[in-house]
């Protein structure tokens, strides 16, 4: 009993240790991105547009998609998985994946129509037709990482509930 509690203890360590060292290894790439991009593009309205276009699409994921599925499908899914019932565990996540395609397939192709409706909300972005132009068509380039984003985050939810947690570690370093 105490031999299994000392492996587990261990692969425990050695599973946060990764995580760590992921995270750490994102955010080293995160601070290089950021320093290409302030060096190809530096302060100008082009930086300013991409920064928006890149802020809409992850602040909607994170209200929609990262409280929803941390609070409700991960724990139906895990308690699923810890009664050994991989049947609907599977219907489960099937269920989920399909509804996460078709609502930000819906949510995207809206954000896309309306994107200069919600680009003029913002301040100071309808003094300069060509800075709100360009936002507008950036963020609709961008408005497609709001399905994928919220697909990675679901594949990481099912992977840390079959406790792989290496490669949803590392996700943040495409996003």
């Keep these: 009993m105490v031999e299994i ?7 425990l360590l050695t599973m946060a240790g990764l995580v760590m060292a992921f995270s750490f290894f994102s955010k080293i790439f995160g601070l290089v991105r950021e320093q290409v991009l302030a060096a190809y593009f ?10 928006i276009a ?5 602040l909607i994921r994170m209200l929609l998609a990262e409280t929803t599925l941390s609070s409700a499908f991960i724990p139906v899914f895990s308690s699923y998985l810890a009664r050994k019932d991989r049947e609907n565990a599977s219907v489960v996540a099937n269920t989920v994946t399909n509804l ?16 200069p409706n919600i680009v003029s909300i913002l301040p100071g972005l309808g003094e300069s037709p060509y800075l709100f ?15 994928f984003m919220s697909l990675t985050g679901l594949a990481g939810g099912l992977l840390n509930s079959y ?3 290496g490669v949803p570690a ?6």
């Design 163 to 165: 406790e792989s947690f």
């Design 5 to 11: 509690v000392r492996r587990r203890a261990s692969t």
């Design 100 to 115: 996460v395609i078709v609502f930000f397939t819906g949510i995207t192709v809206l954000l896309y129509i309306f994107a």
């Design 54 to 58: 890149f802020y809409l699409p992850n």
């Design 170 to 175: 590392l996700s943040p370093v495409v996003f």
């Design 133 to 147: 132009n360009l936002t507008v068509s950036m963020t609709r380039i961008m408005l497609p990482t709001l399905l």
């Design 42 to 51: 530096g302060a100008t309205s082009a930086m300013d547009a991409y920064n």
